[in-house]
């Protein structure tokens, strides 16, 4: 196999695994939630671990792929994500369950950056946009990973003894793949110059402002689809895990279509329908909380959020005033404050008005992915068409 097409074989599988573990940790929110009695504005606090994690992660991650190259970073950082994936499983308490939390976010950002520095690289190698397609792999692992939730619930699995089904398989594909993760020296001008930092312009705080909303809509999905599904449906057990598998199944077909869908009618088109795919799903979902209209509205909500975040990072990467790692660097970071936001505030507003009032609030976020493409659309230009 031609060197190019291994490397991006080897950083799609650590795409795919970094979406299996996040998959694994959001497929059994509900039996934490359970099994530590916590309210949804107690796991609202719990689920904020993760998003500050994240943030924190940010300037670290682009430093220290500046630092030692985007190879370390990827194999260290695989290794210790999943370590902190058991030790969510293995967690006493709720007080240690939100500090693994807080460090499984850490490592997943770094591994975010990370990955994304090295898909950036493959994709100037390959001289045209792939980078959808890793995000594909990501959602599908999310969906092959809320599978293999379901079946461990369904098995009476403990989460302990799940995650380390996933840290088995994980250490496998690490071992096979990591000869593919390259140390490149010629692409450091993508990890962004370590903590070198500059003013965002005009363009790049549009384009973080609809990763801001995607990631909000995301967050949501990810960490509260199945406790909707528990709550609000009341569906039974064994179905609790079907709303996560929706989404994340619409997800990964919505992000290896978004590519072509893109070369076709242009991603200003594809961003703004994807806003309006997202509201009319959440809301499908408050207005008729049964099993047989949620599961349709989160399946819209999968493929409305699928080309958001890739589309966004894509074009920051085509910035024509910074780098591909700066721009990316400063997109993720107003976006991942809506990931940062976005669960903990859904469980605070569930403590007033429930979990549809939240979800409906959230289905107005989606509307402003809209907003935010329409408003920037004449600066994304020509790069969005």
Known sequence: MEPLKIRRLSAGVFFFLTGLCFSSWASRIPDFQERFRLSEGQLGSVLLGMPLGSLLALPLAAWAVFRFGSKAVVLIGMSC???????????????????????????????????NTQALGIEKDYGRNI???????????????????????????????????????????????????????????????????????????QLGMVGFCGMMCEGCMFDWSGVYMAKVV????????????????????????????????????VLKFSGLTVFAGLMLAVLLPTIWAVIPGFLMVGFGTAAVVPLTYSLAGK????????????????????????????????EWVGLKGSFALISLVGLMITFWVWVGEKNFSPAAV
Request: hydrophobic residues 55%; glycine residues 14%.
């Open 319 to 350: 910035s024509s005033s910074y780098s591909p790692g700066i721009a990316l660097a400063m997109v993720s970071t107003v976006s991942f404050f809506g990931f940062l936001l976005g669960p903990p505030l859904i469980g605070f507003i569930a």
């Open 81 to 115: 994500y999943i370590l902190a994936l058991l030790g969510i499983g293995l967690s006493p308490d709720a007080l240690v369950l939100a500090i693994m939390v807080f460090v499984f976010g850490i490592m997943g950002n770094m591994m975010n950056i990370s990955l």
């Open 131 to 205: 980078l959808s397609s890793f995000h594909g792999l990501w959602s599908l692992a999310g969906f092959f990973g809320a599978g293999i939730g379901a079946i461990m619930v369904y098995f009476e699995f403990s989460p302990g003894e799940h995650y380390l089904f996933i840290l088995l398989a994980g250490a496998l594909l690490i071992g096979l793949f990591q000869k593919g993760i390259v140390s490149e020296s010629g692409n450091r001008e993508t990890a962004g110059g370590g903590f070198h930092w500059k003013k965002p312009d005009t363009v790049i705080i």
């Open 234 to 269: 009341d569906a039974p057990s064994g179905l609790i895990p079907t709303g996560y598998v929706a989404y994340m199944g619409a997800m990964a077909m919505g992000r290896f279509a978004a590519d072509k869908l893109a070369n076709k009618f242009g991603k200003i088109k």
